[in-house]
């Protein structure tokens, strides 16, 4: 019996044009530009326009995915957008995205994983085209982070930023695709890093608004100790079980969270830089958005059968990491 994998097939991002940039910010709050990019390596981030929901990303995302790939709209047979700020508490952001792009016979759902919520959704959609249920799926990426930070807050403003983008998996029989996956999560420590009011717990009032308990509350040093040490360590756990080297890995895709964090479980890899994916200095922390503004960022570079390994880390918390084989060479598909 052939064994069919899910692969990426194809990718695409979008940002927003308008950039808030570290000299920006010295305006704004108490701060400076080598503070910032000493201690995150952000150097700018991008911001949607304050009528812009989140699903505009995945608009972009979506439409310039399915034209590159000369896919019409309605072959697509289920989406998935992981992201923590959706256009609505309900409809699911994707469910938008799909009226507003045609995938009129797709269904589909959101994914809240925080910053893990791209490899939840990867993995999550992989099944359906394992199964041979269906044959394309689409997953996005997207967070309009700048709706629910505080620009007052030096320990939140200066790290996010607004965009995503979508991959397209299909079926695969040739041993490429997703080949395995790490997932984990803690809710303990939703304590150190929540949007603690616009739930069924503390639903919104005059009180939340004015307390600005809407906004992002991160507990930075907690947050950084628990991200270096579980990312560091699902990454080493997915190349063990996959008796994967540092030789034989040819990418590590890292959440783009906080340099020091990324450097931290290449290191653990054993990877050179020349071999981890890093733009977090011109788009900062897109939450959800992070990973596939990374692939789409290399992916001329990429080739068939690459090993690629994708790790993230997350607020709830969730992290987890994903390994897979690249399933097409990039520049033949240009």
Not at 171 to 191: A, F, Q, Y
Not at 226 to 240: K, L, Q, R, W, Y
Not at 298 to 308: A, H, M, R, V
């Amino acid at each position: 019996m052939i064994k069919i994998t899910a692969a990426i097939t194809g990718v695409q991002g979008y940002v927003p044009e308008k950039v808030l940039s570290n000299k920006d910010l010295e305006k704004m709050i108490d701060t400076t530009d080598e503070w910032i990019t000493t201690r995150t390596g952000i150097k700018e981030r991008r911001m949607l326009g304050d009528g812009n929901p989140t699903s505009d990303i995945g608009v972009e995302a979506v439409n310039k995915l399915l034209a590159k790939k000369g896919i019409q709209p309605t072959e697509i047979d289920l989406v998935i957008c992981a992201t923590v700020t959706p256009d609505y508490p309900f409809p699911a952001t994707a469910n938008v995205i799909c009226d507003r792009t045609g995938m009129k016979n797709a269904w589909s759902f959101d994914v809240n994983a925080a910053c893990s919520g791209f490899i939840y959704a990867l993995t999550t959609g992989s099944q359906f085209i394992e199964t041979g249920k269906y044959k394309k799926v689409i997953v996005i990426g997207a967070d309009k982070m700048s709706s629910i930070i505080d620009y007052e807050d030096r320990a939140t403003c200066v790290i996010f930023g607004d965009g995503g983008g979508a991959v397209l998996l299909e079926p695969n029989t040739e041993g490429n695709g997703i080949i395995d996956s790490v997932l984990k999560s803690d809710g303990e420590g939703r304590k150190y890093l929540i949007q603690p009011a616009g739930g069924s717990k503390q639903p919104p009032t005059h009180e939340t608004v004015d307390q600005r308990l809407h906004y992002v509350h991160q507990e930075g040093k907690a947050v950084f100790k628990f991200a270096v040490t579980n990312m560091a360590d699902v990454s080493a756990e997915i190349m063990e079980r996959n008796k994967l080297t540092s030789d034989s890995v040819d990418w590590l895709v890292p959440h783009q969270a906080n340099l020091r964090i990324i450097d931290a479980t290449a290191n653990r890899m054993g990877l050179s830089k020349d071999k981890v994916m890093i733009n977090i200095e011109k788009y900062g922390n897109t939450t959800a958005g992070t990973l596939p503004l990374c692939l789409w960022d290399w992916e001329d570079q990429l080739k068939k059968g690459d090993n690629i390994v994708l790790s993230a880390f997350g607020g709830g918390f969730t992290w987890g990491s994903v390994y897979l084989k690249w399933a097409y060479n990039s520049k033949e598909e240009k």
